[in-house]
């Protein structure tokens, strides 16, 4: 038999080293979290700092911190100098809670236990087809969030901290001209209503959310100085949503549905809506085989953390709509990973 060609032998160590670095991506993300959860980017704004230092304002365990920054460094977030200081770089900034873009609370939630446990059961996710949340939490997201108030607070952090993105791409990709009034169903904390409203003065809106979380919508909402045009209102979608509107927006909620939850909530914005009106569902579209699409692994967030919820295709949203007796116009895509799936009565 004749030797393996070296090139091909490299080439086989390209792809075990490369698939290593993805099985060892968990530790590097535990860390990246600790250092999130503790603020180590804002003490670092105004200058470097010691593990010391640092360790004394968290009160934590000096040298264990030293040794999560040395790691984090040695893969470019946060830089060490030579007297074991620690300082922003590029990768580390965005670690910040006080700029524009920040991604600490994204980073927190997915180490946080809420989300960590369940993933820690993907295999029951797989074995029995029931959501590994439920089978850690014995309830389901939703209402476990609803009971666990700082649970509730983290959650709607890392909302807010992937959601901007997102919520400028939405209003700045549709053009909302025929539209004077909008329901945000789902609406979370407010984003995007503000980010909708803001760009299209003409427009007045309702945000329907559940309770628990429309108290906070309306402080955000106050606060965006659009309490005059906007009212926010506590619903269960699957069962009614507000009615009369030209237009029902849902950004990220279907994809936390199963699909008989999702044509309910279709089918109650599609009776709602004046005629003429449409729905615009906001999310990520599954694209083709082989074809990388950070769609593909939130979709297995949502078969951990959801009783059904799924990523689709644009055919699979095509057929939720037909199921509500809608008909999908056009997908409009946004200049970030979501699109906007628009549909009218059909
Ligand atoms: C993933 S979050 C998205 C929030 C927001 N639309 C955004 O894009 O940031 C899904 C939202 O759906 C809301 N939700 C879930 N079930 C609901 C229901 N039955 N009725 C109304 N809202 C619901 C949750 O409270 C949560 O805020």
Redesign the pocket.
Known sequence: MSEPAASNSSAETNYRDALLQIVNTPMLSQCVYVAAKLGIADLLKDGPKNSDELAAATQVHTRSLYRILRALAGFGIFAEDEGQRFALNAMAEPLRSDLPGSVRGWTIVRSEDFVWQPWGQILHALQTGESAFLHVYGQDS?DY?AEHPEVSAIFDDA??SV?AL??KAVAEAYDFSGVDTIV??????G??MTAILTSNPHMTGIL???PH?VEGARKNIDAAGLSDRCSCVG????EAVPEGADAYV????I??CDDDHAVR?LGNCRRAMKEGGRVLV?EMLIPGPNKPHLSKLIDIEMLIMTDGGRERTRQEYEALYEGAELRVTRVVPTDSPWSIVEGVAS
């Not at 945000?184 to 904390?189: A, I, K, L, R």
């Not at 849902?250 to 909620?253: C, E, H, L, T």
């Open positions: 939703w969030i909302m807010r959601s997102k919520f945000d169903v789902g609406g979370g904390n984003g995007l329907a959310e559940l979380v619903i269960d979608m699957l849902m950004a990220n909620v994809q936390g909530t906001v």
